[in-house]
C-alpha cells in the first residue's frame, strides 16, 4: 500500500431519487428506489422529448471530470444520507473537507484530527450514521499519533452544517497495532442492517489472519447504537446478536483471513459486499460477500495468497476457504484499491457494474457480478485518463448520494466518472448534470398531475401500500408497510406543494 435488517439510509427513502435526464416532468416512468436491485435493463426509461434507449451492456465509453483540486492526498469521497448538494473529501493528513457536489467549491473544513501518518497510517475512512439527518452522528477510521487505530464518533456542529463539533468526540474503538503497515481503514455502515463494518489489517503479521482471537486481519461488524461494555469508555458499541464468532472468540469479527482489506464498498441496491484485499508479492484480489451471508467467511490469507497456496502449515482444509471472485498479477498492479458499484442514472448502462483500480500501475477496470462470479472485465484506464494516470496516485473510489462515482487521488485531486462527451442536458433547464431531484412537491406528490396534490395522489397510495410498492413505504420501520407511513403520507399530503 502507499506510504504516507434494522434501518435504511434516508438517502434511499422512496420519492427521494428520480431518474436524473427527465426533468420533474415524467416522475412516474423515472422513479428509481434504492431498495430495489435495479438491474439496467429495468433502467431503460423514457425520458421527456426522447426516445433514447438504455443498453444492456457495459459498452458505453466513459470519460472523467475534474471536481476538485489542491488539496492535500485524498483517499475516499462519500456523502451523507439524503444530502445530494454535497460531497465529503476524507484526507489522508487528518482534514475532512466538504464540497458542493455540483461546482466542487469548497463550502468549509468539516473536521480536523491529529493523525500519524508514517507508513500506511493517517485519517482512512468516515462513514455516516443511517439516521445522520436526525442524530447528526458520524465515524471516522484514523491512527493516532502512536499508530494505534482509533474509531471515533463524532456530531455535526448545532451551528453550521458544515462544520463537525470536536468536542463531541466519543471514541468507539481501539486496536493496538503492531507495525506501520497493513492498517485497513475503511468503515460503512451496512445498508441492509445498520451495523458499522470496520476493515482491519493484519498488522503486518501474517498470523494474524487466521487467529480468531485477534481483531486484525478482519471484517468487524459493530452495534454503534449500543454499548456491551458500560464500564469501558474507550470500547463504546454492542456485538449484534447474530455475528458469526458470538460466544467463542473475538465476537466482533463478521469475517476473516485478509491482509490488507484498505478499501471496501457495499452494493447500494443489493447490499452485496465487495473488499479488496493488498496481496504480498504474487497476487491483488477482490472478494465479495453476498448480501444474504450469514458471515463467518474465511477469505484465505495467510494459508493463500488469492488462489495461490501461500504457508499452508496448520491451515483449514481449501474448501473452509472464499477465493476471490477477481484476481490479478503483479504484472498488472501490487496494491489493489476496492471500488464501487454504479448506481446512478448518467450512465443506466453501467447500473451495477463494480469499479475498482490499482495504486501501483495506475490502472482501472471494471466487470459485473452474475450468479456470483465476475464477468464482462473491461479496463477502464485510458477512458479515465488523468483521474487514473500520473503515477502512484489513484487512492480511492466513492460516491454521492446519486449513485455517482468518484476517483480520489493522492496529488489531493476529486474526479467523477462520466458518459464519454459529458452529461446530457436533456430537459434543457440549463443544469448539465444527469442526476436531478424530482420537479414534484413532495413524497405525496404520487400521480398526475404532478406539482398538485389530489383524489389521484390518495388512490395512487392506497394501491401502493396495498401492494406493497416502495412509492408507499414512506416512514420508518422501512421495509413495513404499517400505519406509520399512513401518517407520513397524510402529513405531507396535509403540506401540500410549496
Known amino acids: 500500500m502507499f506510504a504516507l435488517g434494522r434501518r435504511w439510509p434516508s438517502d434511499y427513502a422512496p420519492g427521494s431519487l428520480l431518474c436524473r435526464g427527465a426533468g420533474g416532468t415524467d ?3 423515472c422513479l428509481l428506489h434504492r431498495r430495489d436491485p435495479v438491474r439496467s435493463e429495468l433502467n431503460c426509461v423514457a425520458v421527456v422529448a426522447s426516445a433514447a434507449v438504455c443498453a444492456a451492456s457495459s459498452g458505453q465509453a466513459l470519460s472523467t471530470e475534474l471536481v476538485a483540486s489542491d488539496l492535500t492526498p485524498v483517499v475516499y469521497v462519500t456523502h451523507a444520507p439524503g444530502d445530494f448538494d454535497r460531497i465529503f473529501v476524507v484526507e489522508l493528513f487528518g482534514q475532512i473537507t466538504v464540497l458542493d457536489r455540483n461546482t466542487g467549491a469548497k463550502l468549509g473544513v468539516f473536521l ?39 474509531v471515533a464518533e463524532f456530531a455535526v456542529s448545532d451551528e453550521d452544517p458544515n462544520v463537525a463539533d470536536p468536542a463531541s468526540r466519543r ?5 493496538d497495532q503492531p507495525a506501520s503497515n497493513h492498517n485497513g481503514g475503511w468503515i460503512g455502515f451496512g445498508p441492509n442492517d445498520g451495523y458499522l463494518y470496520v476493515a482491519m489489517g493484519d498488522g503486518g503479521i501474517s498470523t494474524n489472519a487466521q487467529n480468531l482471537n485477534s481483531v486484525l486481519g478482519a471484517i468487524l461488524r459493530l452495534d454503534v447504537d449500543g454499548d456491551d461494555y458500560p464500564a469501558d469508555d474507550g470500547r463504546n458499541y454492542a456485538i449484534p446478536s447474530d455475528n458469526p464468532f458470538v460466544g467463542g472468540a473475538a465476537e466482533e469479527i463478521w469475517a476473516y483471513g485478509l491482509r490488507n482489506p484498505f478499501r471496501c464498498s457495499f452494493d447500494s441496491a443489493t447490499g452485496d459486499f465487495y473488499m ?14 453476498p448480501a444474504d451471508s450469514m458471515g463467518g467467511e474465511n477469505y ?4 493463500y495468497e488469492a488462489s495461490l497456496p501461500f504457508q499452508m502449515t496448520g491451515c483449514a482444509d481449501k474448501s473452509t476457504m472464499t477465493f476471490p471472485v477477481h484476481e490479478y498479477p503483479r504484472s ?12 446512478g442514472c448518467a ?25 456470483g462470479a465476475a464477468t464482462n472485465l473491461v ?5 479515465f485518463g488523468a483521474a487514473t494516470g500520473g503515477g502512484t496516485g489513484l487512492a480511492g473510489f466513492g460516491r454521492d448520494a446519486y449513485g455517482e462515482i468518484y476517483i480520489s487521488r493522492l496529488d489531493g485531486e476529486v474526479h467523477r466518472i462520466v458518459p464519454a462527451g459529458g452529461i446530457a442536458d436533456k430537459n434543457g433547464n440549463g443544469i448539465a448534470d444527469a442526476c436531478e431531484t424530482s420537479g414534484g412537491c413532495n413524497d405525496a406528490d404520487l400521480a398526475e398531475p404532478f406539482g398538485a396534490l389530489d383524489i389521484a395522489d390518495v388512490v395512487e397510495f392506497l394501491r401502493a401500500f396495498g401492494m406493497g410498492l416502495p412509492t408507499a413505504d414512506l416512514a420508518a420501520p422501512f421495509g413495513a408497510y404499517d400505519i406509520a407511513d399512513v401518517v407520513e403520507f397524510l402529513r405531507q399530503f396535509g403540506g401540500g406543494c410549496a
Open 276 to 289: 479488496g484485499d493488498v496481496g504480498n508479492f504474487a497476487r491483488e484480489e477482490v472478494n465479495f460477500q
Open 171 to 175: 471514541q468507539i474503538l481501539f486496536v
Open 27 to 29: 416522475r412516474a416512468a
Open 347 to 371: 450512465i443506466p448502462e453501467l447500473d451495477g457494474t463494480y469499479f475498482f483500480g490499482d495504486y501501483c500501475s495506475s490502472r482501472a477496470w471494471s466487470f459485473e457480478i452474475v450468479d
Open 300 to 303: 484465505g490469507w495467510r494459508c
Open 379 to 383: 479496463e477502464r484506464t485510458a477512458e
Open 332 to 343: 498488472m498492479g501490487c496494491s489493489v484499491i476496492s471500488g464501487e458499484v454504479y448506481r
Open 112 to 150: 480536523e484530527q491529529e493523525v500519524s501518518t508514517n507508513g500506511e497510517r493517517g485519517l482512512l475512512g468516515l462513514a455516516f450514521h443511517p439516521d445522520y439527518a436526525n442524530n447528526g452522528l458520524f465515524y471516522i477510521n484514523y491512527t493516532d499519533l502512536l499508530g494505534d487505530t482509533v
